[in-house]
């Protein structure tokens, strides 16, 4: 099974994607969690997607589907897996649709999860991030352990730099400008379910397994 989960920075793609992925049994590939290890790493391409995540804007298309084309080709995705964060424009978008239908594995749905604007400043704002496992927190929603620690792994916990104030309506713009559009693309592709994203991380996840039953 391919499936998308599409929204807005902060719209609680990370936070849903593991138990989706899970009842799926494909992989969750989240390009934004592959990026930020490569900059933990200093590699390559961690220096060159650094500049444009520190900016809030796109790494170029050519290096993000190269990337997901080899994340695919790894044997845990031989029978799928959840995207997150990708497709975030529509050149990618018009990349991986052929992609897909050329391994045989068409895309088959996708979750819109819908959050106003305000709610997306607020929730990413709060954020928390572990530096070891990437779990997430919210200040005030899903704080972490006790002096920052992640409840997961026991790593420190913290404010991703992209989730500064400033940068974080820089990504929004982004969004509006290049990642929106996309969901035209997706919708002439296979069935998108508009899901209410706001409410409690639960209320979310059962409107989710709504729409995608196991
Ligand atoms: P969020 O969880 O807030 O939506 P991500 O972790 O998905 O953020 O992405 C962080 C950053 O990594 C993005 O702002 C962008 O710079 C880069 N990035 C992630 N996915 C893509 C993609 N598909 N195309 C281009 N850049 C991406
Ligand atoms: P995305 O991956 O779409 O960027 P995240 O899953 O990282 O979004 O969620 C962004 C922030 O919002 C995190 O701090 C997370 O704990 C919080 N969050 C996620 N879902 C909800 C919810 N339903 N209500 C309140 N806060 C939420
Ligand atoms: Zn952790």
């Given at each position: 099974v391919v499936a998308v989960l599409f929204g807005p920075p902060g719209s609680g793609k990370g936070t849903q994607a593991a138990a989706l992925a899970a009842r799926l049994g494909v992989p969750h590939v989240a390009t934004g969690d592959i990026f930020r290890k490569h900059l933990a790493g200093n590699t390559d391409l961690?220096?060159?997607?650094?500049?444009?995540?520190?900016?809030?804007?796109?790494v170029p298309d050519e290096v993000t589907c190269k990337l997901v084309a080899s994340r695919l080709g790894e044997p845990d995705a031989a029978n799928g897996g959840l995207f997150d964060g990708f497709p975030r424009s529509v050149a990618q978008a018009e990349?991986?649709?052929?992609?897909?239908?050329g391994r045989g594995q068409p895309l088959e749905v996708a979750v819109n999860l819908v959050v106003p604007d305000d709610q997306v400043v607020t929730r990413l704002g709060g954020r928390r991030t572990c530096?070891?496992?990437?779990?997430t927190y919210h200040v005030a929603h899903a704080p972490p352990g006790p002096g920052d620690t992640c409840t997961r792994c026991g790593?420190?916990?913290?404010?991703?730099?992209?989730?500064?104030?400033?940068v974080i309506l820089q990504r929004l713009q982004t969004y509006h400008a290049e990642t929106a559009p996309v969901l035209g693309v997706l919708r002439g592709a296979a069935p998108v379910h508009d899901v209410v994203g706001t409410g409690t991380i639960d209320a979310v996840a059962e409107r989710i397994a709504r729409v995608i039953p196991a």
């Open positions: 961690g220096q060159l997607a650094k500049s444009y995540m520190s900016a809030g804007k796109l990349w991986l649709l052929p992609f897909l239908s530096t070891s496992c990437g779990a790593a420190t916990v913290i404010r991703r730099p992209d989730d500064e104030d400033a």
